[in-house]
């Protein structure tokens, strides 16, 4: 019986408003792209260097930011500049900074688990960063325990990291299930424990074609469903 949730951050309870930045970012080009159009873009982009890159994305963006902006560009079917693009995306931040923000009803949906009983965990792959993010959010209220690869010396997909959230958290990997996004750090790491996860993926097996993985959700609010309970209500006052 699970009696642990484990989840990850970025992408699974935390987003950042990177679509409305960039659309100010080629509207310097005279460009336009819907908000959709781009968070397609952006999702194809992280699934790919998930792919064939792993761990890259977690590092400083310096190393990878030409490369990946040019994968992100493709994605959008366009030829620009890359060093241009990436100035105007640093002029863009001073004055429409890209934060983290949780999902719509992350905290909520965080606290209707623990009121079914479920104890919370993170383990993400993080800055130190990671703790201000999820204090800003509201997050780590909802949390019973936190492992941030920063602080910890791990990353997924080490199954160290796993191991120690299964100590912590005095549970059997049959007692755990992980929520991430990332096949090759969550579903990977996980597995090698012997523990479950489910992977977010927004848009279906879009952008994750070459895997035959299942279950796949669409976001954190499908968690209670997948374990048996109702869904749950809706929050009509936002």
Known sequence: MIRYLWFDLGYTLVRTNREEAYQRVLERFGVYRNREEIAIAYHLTDKLFMREYPGVLGKDGRAFL???????????????????VLQAHRDIAREY?????????????????????YRLGLISNWDGSAREVLALNGLDEELDDILISSEVG???????????????????????????????????????VGMHCLLVNAYGNRGIEELSYRPVISGIQDVAAYLGHPRMPLDHTG
């Open 66 to 84: 030409p490369w990946y902006t040019g994968a992100l560009n493709y994605q959008l079917r366009l030829l620009l500049p890359i060093d241009e």
């Open 97 to 117: 900074p890209v934060k983290w923000q949780a999902y719509d009803g992350a905290k909520r949906t965080l606290s209707y688990l623990r009121g079914l009983g």
């Open 154 to 192: 791990i990353e997924k997909p080490s199954p160290d990291i796993f191991r120690m959230a299964l100590a912590r958290g005095g549970v059997s990997a049959s007692e755990a299930l992980y929520i991430g996004d990332n096949y090759y750090d969550d579903v990977v790491g996980s597995q090698k």
